[in-house]
């Protein structure tokens, strides 16, 4: 079984929807994050959460919201959707041994807004 | 500015020639790390390296090679005898821990190996 599992894998909304975007993990790590990646380009940090109780905005949090329920969960929602936030959007996570932030990526959520 | 650079945007090689990814990086910090991930067609982020700044040695793992210069702030990373399964985009990324050890990602270097 996978480590980091997101759900779902594909997705097509419209746009003023709310989307939710979901990620389990079984790696035990404390850290959590939330990338978005555009057609062509690299990863962009949306969220980012050190543990349960500490969430960080990334480069670009605006649009976006996150929770997490649990050390192994990391939820991210798109409040109303708009047709720029179509992207390959990952999880991953990694340990909170500092200095040593390897970080491990779900599949992937493919989200198209039309 | 840049920190993470990839200046090869796209590279295509014929099967079983050497190719060379270059990645060059910017930091004033002294402890750092630098990855190297693949990205498959298949959409997925691989790890595939990490390195430390107090470690210059160069890695080999199978046809990967990996050769950290510091001198020259650079993290390439080579594959011989390249195969089609090897067709991927290929991110560098920078942590550092000023910036509390974030991952900094290159764009991208997508490497198409021609059969």
């Known amino acids: 079984d996978a480590d980091v599992t997101q759900t779902p894998r594909n997705r097509i909304t419209k746009t003023g929807k709310r989307i939710m975007l979901e990620c389990s993990q079984t790696?035990?790590?404390?850290?959590m994050y939330w990338y978005r990646q555009d057609p062509g380009l690299g990863l962009q940090l949306i969220y980012y959460?050190?543990?349960?109780?500490?969430?960080n905005k990334g480069e670009i949090s605006d649009g976006y919201s996150v929770s997490r329920q649990a050390q192994a969960k990391f939820s991210l929602s798109l409040e109303s959707a708009i047709p720029n936030q179509t992207a390959l959007y990952f999880c991953?996570?990694?340990?909170?041994?500092?200095?040593?932030?390897?970080?491990?990526f779900g599949p992937g959520t493919r989200l198209t807004v039309l | 500015a840049q920190k993470v650079t990839q200046a090869q945007t796209e590279i295509s090689v014929v099967e079983k020639e050497d190719v060379t990814l270059d990645c060059v990086y910017e930091?004033?910090?002294?402890?750092?790390?630098l990855f190297w991930y693949k990205q498959p067609p298949s959409g997925e982020l691989v790890f595939l390296i990490r390195?430390?700044?107090?470690d210059e040695q160069n890695e080999i793992s199978g046809r990967y090679s990996w050769n950290f210069q510091k001198s020259t702030s650079s993290f390439n990373f080579t594959i011989t005898a390249s195969q089609v399964v090897d067709s991927a985009v290929y991110f560098c990324?920078?942590?550092?821990?000023?910036?509390?050890?974030?991952?900094?990602w290159g764009a991208g270097t997508k490497l198409i190996i021609k059969p």
């Open positions: 991953a996570t990694s340990d909170s041994d500092v200095g040593t932030d390897t970080q491990y």
């Open positions: 790696k035990g790590h404390d850290r």
């Open positions: 959460s050190f543990d349960v109780k500490d969430i």
């Open positions: 930091t004033r910090d002294t402890t750092y790390y």
């Open positions: 390195r430390n700044s107090f």
């Open positions: 990324a920078l942590s550092e821990r000023d910036s509390n050890y974030q991952l900094i």
